[in-house]
């Protein structure tokens, strides 16, 4: 009798033992473990579908077709400053422009969408351009500027080359994961076993906005490794160089001719290109209205030199060559979904 006590006391030790070890493997497996650096946390979803790339074909038409600018006989200076990611149309509508209105002086400066914003409402500038409505900028201090809409700009997630190799598309909450600090290394997404570098616009500046409100939501990007670029120009270069790093920018500055075409690679969102096929339809959500505001009524040259932008020559033209939109391109339920918050 003791001899068959002590035999069922061992067996059960024995089930006892195996059913804890069962349970501690099924744990470290339902936890999936990321395959970076053990003191990184893993992604939630370890791996973004691999089945959407984009090509620089699907960015835009492109093209190096130009409106002729009429013959106003406008005389005068203006300066227009803000968006670098609008510079690059404006320049061209300013180039085409003083061309057949020789009396014309445009210049046109960067600096980013918040400085468009208080240039004009101070009087420094006479058009402010700005990626984002001014409600939600400040929507009392700024209700004396006049929104002139001349273009929608499709903005891109980019990678440096080396980890466009293995990675084309993340999902939404892939890219908030990253900027957010949760994730790390690129092998946790299936990518390269390398340190991730964020490359962000400072606060202030349009194209970081755009990215705040559509991509990550509100949510706040606090990543480990992060550097801060004051234009679109030196974002650019910054991911063109840094191994492992990752940014967003306009995509006239990656579509042909762009300064950064083949340097750096646009990635899908959620499956769904910065193209304007899907722009349009309302799928991907990375874009914002283009804004020059003036302040009260445009007059004199920069009024003319706006109906020009605004034109439909210059809008069919110039708007799709440099890899914008034009807003009535936009299904009605995208143009919805990107109205001021105020």
Request: hydrophobic share 35%; net charge negative.
């Amino acid at each position: 009798m003791f001899l068959f006590s002590k035999s069922a006391r061992r067996a059960t030790t024995l089930a006892a033992m195996i059913m804890v070890l069962t349970l501690l493997l099924t744990a470290c497996g339902a936890n999936g473990g990321g395959t970076g650096s053990s003191n990184t946390p893993a992604a939630t979803n370890t791996t973004a579908p691999s089945n959407c790339s984009v090509s620089t074909a699907d960015l835009g038409p492109g093209g190096t077709s130009k409106a002729t600018a009429p013959n106003d006989n406008a005389t005068g200076t203006i300066v227009i400053s803000g968006s670098s990611a609008l510079q690059p149309l404006v320049k061209q509508a300013a180039t085409e422009y003083q061309a057949a209105n020789p009396g014309a002086n445009i210049t046109v400066n960067a600096g980013g969408s918040g400085k468009g914003l208080s240039d004009v409402e101070s009087g420094a500038s006479q058009i402010g351009d700005s990626d984002l409505f001014y409600q939600d900028v400040n929507a009392s201090g700024y209700a004396d500027l006049q929104d002139n809409q001349v273009a929608v700009v499709i903005f891109a997630v980019v990678v440096n080359p080396d980890v466009a190799a293995k990675i084309t598309n993340l999902t939404t909450q892939q890219i908030q994961q990253i900027f957010g600090g949760q994730v790390s290394n690129w092998s946790q997404l299936g990518g390269p076993n390398e340190a991730i570098t964020t490359i962000e616009r400072p606060n202030g500046s349009g194209t970081r906005g755009t990215f705040s409100k559509y991509v990550m939501q509100g949510m706040p990007s606090m990543p480990t490794t992060t550097l801060q670029k004051d234009d679109s120009g030196a974002l650019g270069q910054a991911v063109s160089t840094t191994p492992g790093s990752i940014g967003y920018i306009a995509t006239s500055f990656i579509g042909n001719g762009g300064a950064y075409q083949g340097k750096i690679d646009a990635l899908c969102i959620d499956g769904y290109k910065p193209s304007p096929t899907d722009v349009a339809s309302n799928n991907y959500k990375f874009w914002n209205f283009e804004h020059m505001y003036t302040k009260g009524a445009p007059s004199g040259l920069a009024a003319s030199f706006l109906n020009y932008i605004k034109s439909s020559a210059f809008q069919q033209a110039d708007v799709p060559s440099l890899y914008f939109m034009s807003a009535d391109q936009l299904s009605a339920s995208a143009k919805q979904s990107h109205q001021p918050s105020a």
